[in-house]
């Protein structure tokens, strides 16, 4: 009798979806500790979870629809919570939608940003706010029809360049709606901005540089030592994947609109830049690509994972099958979910660092179902059901290391974390792929969330879908549309054969999806950075001691020369050193600020004064401008174009150029006033130098431009400094600096 009760019990006992270390996913109900979420109805989410105290944002412990969902899909499936959730998205997503018909960033933050708007549209707005994201996207586009980068440290564009996800979202329009005029109306738009970047932000091997997408707090993912001038010469792995994305979009939009060579050109490019990805960021010992390089006159690889841009590899097919397989197996994973990059910085506070976005675990969500890694889908799905749960909200972010809210910054309807929420049913569940053509369905469905599960009304064109899947696995075995089989195999309904209500029904093949690894990790902090100098006239190089290191790599140059255990380093040859600290797990450290040994010249800026004249400056100077070398300074803006300078070189050689300049016309972490400038020499263009703000009023802050490294011939040359049509910042208005000194180092 005894048995039977158990047996009965554990018949009726709810299935367990998502077990981590961190929370358990059970029928309807989420438990993380002593708290726990669950559905009490499609409509109600109640939460016990309890918050940090005294942090400015009060927790939700209840949601309650309060918005008509009706014109919206309605989800029927077994699972209460994820059926709850869903419907959370849907209602925020409505909040969303301002009275102009823009999508509002989150609840705390008005305003229609770029690449918040732009990777929410991809995710899931495309589909279900069509007009919503067509008015949202061109507000991004300035005067002289480029797309804008609204955000980024130091004064926007171009140290922060990932505003070519604009492209992305335009095309993912496209595909759900088939709108010829729409794209007649982005394309040139997209081919301006290539064509802008492609002038001003290209490294000499041909890679992007700038900032991580939307990674835009320079302490949060980058050295302390590291200036915004410095992240301008960086080149970062997720925003190559976005341009390389884009350039791919832009060959298909030409190849739409009947522009052959402008599409096989556009396509030749993708190819080469998807080809410079792989070549300079996949890191075999990693089985993944590195975050970024970084440094000054060299650069080195950081060797962190970083999930947003991994997760676009695979779904913009710049990964291989193989590099794919390999990625969602040894990406780490939290207990809480994929970290935004993994080892975290140990000394800085949770937002970019140590923390999670439901929007970036949504697109690793994504990337696993590509990749066929079934129970990376569902701890992927977990890792956004859980806080959506718990906190009766969809919020921007959580700490990695205890699953809560408490960051620097956060805010709860956040419209990139509903469109992820929304998106894991929509793409993953229920299959749905927008081609230019017409939809491909495959769906992914986990065993543990095995069921038939209808979302009915979804808007395409000029049909309403009411679609069904039953079953479980990654194999369609069979698709009916208004009770009519396709072709067997076949998972593409052309638009032409979907008008009027539709009903597709899909049975899934109840497939055993072979298995992958998940790479499950605690969360993990990095070494902190040494601090090196030179000693004794430059012949050693030494730090200060790290702790829990097992050891140190020298570099040279940005390359590995030797390791040691001790803090100090025989030295002799010309260049940039650095030094990296390895914990005894072999996690390392970043690289120090690099450490120049050789010959430099200072050379004066021709023509100075001593007072700004300039009518761009936005900030007058709070105190008097000081800090400049000699007797003065230059000043450059729209009306004064050009600074030129004499140089003579008598030892012919490698030499890199920056300037020592001043920028006073904004914060540090906002704004879009960075002055951008051509360097050419004899006639030649070859680089650019970036500005970037250095703090309001800041005019006596010296610091140093980006560097453009060059071969320079024995003899008299000249060097001019130039605002080119393609150096003008996003501001349009404002492209000014003061200028002191030209500084040669030689290599």
């Given at each position: 009798?005894?048995?039977?009760?158990?047996?009965?019990?554990?018949?009726?006992?709810?299935?367990?979806?998502?077990?981590?270390?961190?929370?358990?996913?059970?029928?309807?109900?989420?438990?993380?500790?002593?708290?726990?979420?669950?559905?009490?109805?499609?409509?109600?989410?109640?939460?016990?979870?309890?918050?940090?105290?005294?942090?400015?944002?009060?927790?939700?412990?209840?949601?309650?629809?309060?918005?008509?969902?009706?014109?919206?899909?309605?989800?029927?499936?077994?699972?209460?919570?994820?059926?709850?959730?869903?419907?959370?998205?849907?209602?925020?997503?409505?909040?969303?939608?301002?009275?102009?018909?823009?999508?509002?960033?989150?609840?705390?933050?008005?305003?229609?940003?770029?690449?918040?708007?732009?990777?929410?549209?991809?995710?899931?707005?495309?589909?279900?706010?069509?007009?919503?994201?067509?008015?949202?996207?061109m507000k991004k586009v300035n005067p002289e029809g480029q797309i804008i980068q609204d955000t980024g440290s130091g004064g926007a564009w171009p140290i922060s360049t990932d505003r070519m996800v604009w492209a992305l979202a335009a095309w993912e329009i496209y595909k759900v709606t088939g709108d010829r005029k729409w794209l007649e109306k982005v394309y040139p738009i997209v081919v301006r901005s290539i064509a802008k970047d492609r002038e001003t932000v290209m490294s000499p091997r041909g890679l992007v540089k700038g900032e991580t997408s939307f990674l835009d707090w320079r302490e949060q993912s980058y050295p302390r030592w590291m200036q915004t001038a410095d992240i301008a010469q960086s080149e970062a792995m997720n925003t190559n994947m976005v341009h390389a994305a884009a350039l791919d979009i832009a060959s298909q939009m030409a190849r739409t609109l009947g522009k052959k060579k402008e599409a096989e050109a556009f396509g030749k490019e993708a190819h080469e830049l998807s080809k410079k990805i792989n070549d300079t960021f996949w890191c075999d010992t990693m089985g993944d690509y590195a975050m970024y390089t970084y440094g000054r006159d060299?650069?080195?690889?950081?060797?962190?994972?970083?999930?947003?841009?991994?997760?676009?590899?695979?779904?913009?097919?710049?990964?291989?099958?193989?590099?794919?397989?390999?990625?969602?197996?040894?990406?780490?994973?939290?207990?809480?979910?994929?970290?935004?990059?993994?080892?975290?910085?140990?000394?800085?506070?949770?937002?970019?660092?140590?923390?999670?976005?439901?929007?970036?675990?949504?697109?690793?969500?994504?990337?696993?179902?590509?990749?066929?890694?079934?129970?990376?889908?569902?701890?992927?799905?977990?890792?956004?059901?859980?806080?959506?749960?718990?906190?009766?909200?969809?919020?921007?972010?959580?700490?990695?290391?205890?699953?809560?809210?408490?960051?620097?910054?956060?805010?709860?309807?956040?419209?990139?974390?509903?469109?992820?929420?929304?998106?894991?049913?929509?793409?993953?569940?229920?299959?749905?792929?927008?081609?230019?053509?017409?939809?491909?369905?495959?769906?992914?469905?986990?065993?543990?969330?095995?069921?038939?599960?209808?979302?009915?009304?979804?808007?395409?064109?000029?049909?309403?879908?009411?679609?069904?899947?039953?079953?479980?696995?990654?194999?369609?075995?069979?698709?009916?549309?208004?009770?009519?089989?396709?072709?067997?195999?076949?998972?593409?309904?052309?638009?032409?054969?979907?008008?009027?209500?539709?009903?597709?029904?899909?049975?899934?093949?109840?497939?055993?999806?072979?298995?992958?690894?998940?790479?499950?990790?605690?969360?993990?902090?990095?070494?902190?950075?040494?601090?090196?100098?030179?000693?004794?006239?430059?012949?050693?190089?030494?730090?200060?001691?790290?702790?829990?290191?097992?050891?140190?790599?020298?570099?040279?140059?940005?390359?590995?020369?030797?390791?040691?255990?001790?803090?100090?380093?025989?030295?002799?040859?010309?260049?940039?050193?650095?030094?990296?600290?390895?914990?005894?797990?072999?996690?390392?450290?970043?690289?120090?600020?690099?450490?120049?040994?050789?010959?430099?010249?200072?050379?004066?800026?021709?023509?100075?004064?001593?007072?700004?004249?300039?009518?761009?400056?936005?900030?007058?100077?709070?105190?008097?401008?000081?800090?400049?070398?000699?007797?003065?300074?230059?000043?450059?803006?729209?009306?004064?174009?050009?600074?030129?300078?004499?140089?003579?070189?008598?030892?012919?050689?490698?030499?890199?150029?920056?300037?020592?300049?001043?920028?006073?016309?904004?914060?540090?972490?906002?704004?879009?006033?960075?002055?951008?400038?051509?360097?050419?020499?004899?006639?030649?263009?070859?680089?650019?130098?970036?500005?970037?703000?250095?703090?309001?009023?800041?005019?006596?802050?010296?610091?140093?431009?980006?560097?453009?490294?060059?071969?320079?011939?024995?003899?008299?040359?000249?060097?001019?400094?130039?605002?080119?049509?393609?150096?003008?910042?996003?501001?349009?208005?404002?492209?000014?600096?003061?200028?002191?000194?030209?500084?040669?180092?030689?290599?």
């Amino acid at each position: 009798m005894i048995t039977s009760l158990i047996l009965a019990a554990a018949a009726v006992s709810p299935q367990v979806i998502v077990a981590t270390d961190a929370y358990t996913w059970r029928g309807d109900t989420v438990v993380q500790g002593p708290f726990k979420a669950w559905a009490v109805s499609p409509e109600k989410i109640q939460s016990t979870y309890h918050g940090r105290p005294g942090f400015f944002m009060p927790v939700e412990q209840t949601w309650q629809r309060k918005n008509d969902l009706s014109s919206y899909p309605r989800l029927s499936t077994s699972n209460g919570l994820l059926k709850a959730v869903f419907n959370m998205g849907l209602d925020e997503m409505v909040n969303a939608v301002e009275p102009d018909t823009t999508l509002r960033t989150g609840k705390e933050w008005a305003g229609v940003w770029t690449r918040d708007v732009s990777y929410s549209i991809i995710l899931s707005m495309a589909a279900l706010q069509p007009e919503a994201s067509m008015i949202s996207l061109m507000k991004k586009v300035n005067p002289e029809g480029q797309i804008i980068q609204d955000t980024g440290s130091g004064g926007a564009w171009p140290i922060s360049t990932d505003r070519m996800v604009w492209a992305l979202a335009a095309w993912e329009i496209y595909k759900v709606t088939g709108d010829r005029k729409w794209l007649e109306k982005v394309y040139p738009i997209v081919v301006r901005s290539i064509a802008k970047d492609r002038e001003t932000v290209m490294s000499p091997r041909g890679l992007v540089k700038g900032e991580t997408s939307f990674l835009d707090w320079r302490e949060q993912s980058y050295p302390r030592w590291m200036q915004t001038a410095d992240i301008a010469q960086s080149e970062a792995m997720n925003t190559n994947m976005v341009h390389a994305a884009a350039l791919d979009i832009a060959s298909q939009m030409a190849r739409t609109l009947g522009k052959k060579k402008e599409a096989e050109a556009f396509g030749k490019e993708a190819h080469e830049l998807s080809k410079k990805i792989n070549d300079t960021f996949w890191c075999d010992t990693m089985g993944d690509y590195a975050m970024y390089t970084y440094g000054r006159d060299n650069l080195t690889l950081n060797p962190r994972y970083e999930t947003l841009g991994s997760s676009l590899s695979i779904l913009y097919d710049i990964a291989t099958l193989e590099q794919a397989a390999s990625i969602v197996q040894c990406h780490p994973v939290t207990p809480f979910g994929s970290a935004i990059f993994y080892p975290q910085i140990a000394d800085m506070p949770s937002y970019h660092n140590n923390a999670l976005w439901p929007f970036v675990g949504s697109y690793w969500a994504l990337a696993n179902a590509k990749a066929g890694n079934e129970q990376g889908v569902l701890e992927a799905i977990g890792a956004v059901v859980r806080p959506a749960a718990l906190f009766a909200t969809n919020k921007e972010n959580f700490n990695l290391d205890n699953g809560d809210y408490y960051t620097e910054l956060n805010s709860s309807n956040m419209l990139w974390s509903l469109s992820g929420n929304l998106a894991l049913t929509m793409k993953i569940l229920f299959g749905i792929n927008f081609e230019p053509d017409g939809i491909r369905f495959t769906p992914f469905v986990p065993k543990t969330l095995a069921d038939t599960r209808s979302l009915d009304g979804v808007k395409y064109r000029n049909a309403t879908l009411d679609i069904t899947v039953s079953g479980y696995g990654s194999q369609v075995k069979e698709i009916t549309l208004n009770g009519k089989k396709l072709k067997a195999g076949d998972t593409f309904i052309p638009a032409t054969k979907l008008k009027g209500n539709c009903k597709i029904a899909i049975t899934m093949a109840d497939n055993d999806i072979p298995a992958m690894q998940v790479n499950r990790r605690p969360n993990l902090k990095a070494p902190l950075t040494p601090i090196a100098r030179f000693e004794d006239n430059a012949s050693a190089l030494a730090w200060n001691p790290i702790e829990y290191i097992a050891k140190y790599v020298v570099l040279h140059n940005g390359e590995p020369v030797d390791t040691v255990r001790t803090t100090r380093y025989e030295i002799s040859e010309p260049g940039e050193w650095q030094v990296i600290g390895v914990a005894t797990d072999g996690t390392p450290s970043f690289a120090s600020e690099p450490l120049y040994l050789g010959n430099y010249d200072t050379i004066q800026i021709p023509g100075e004064g001593t007072a700004m004249t300039s009518e761009e400056i936005s900030y007058r100077a709070a105190t008097p401008v000081a800090g400049y070398l000699g007797e003065g300074f230059a000043e450059t803006d729209h009306n004064k174009r050009v600074i030129e300078i004499p140089v003579e070189i008598t030892t012919p050689g490698t030499y890199s150029l920056s300037l020592r300049y001043a920028n006073g016309n904004g914060p540090v972490n906002t704004e879009n006033k960075a002055a951008i400038r051509a360097i050419t020499l004899d006639g030649h263009k070859i680089g650019t130098v970036v500005l970037p703000q250095r703090g309001v009023a800041n005019w006596d802050d010296w610091g140093f431009s980006n560097s453009v490294t060059t071969q320079l011939p024995e003899g008299k040359h000249t060097l001019r400094i130039e605002l080119l049509e393609e150096d003008e910042n996003m501001n349009l208005k404002t492209n000014h600096a003061l200028i002191d000194a030209l500084i040669l180092r030689s290599y």
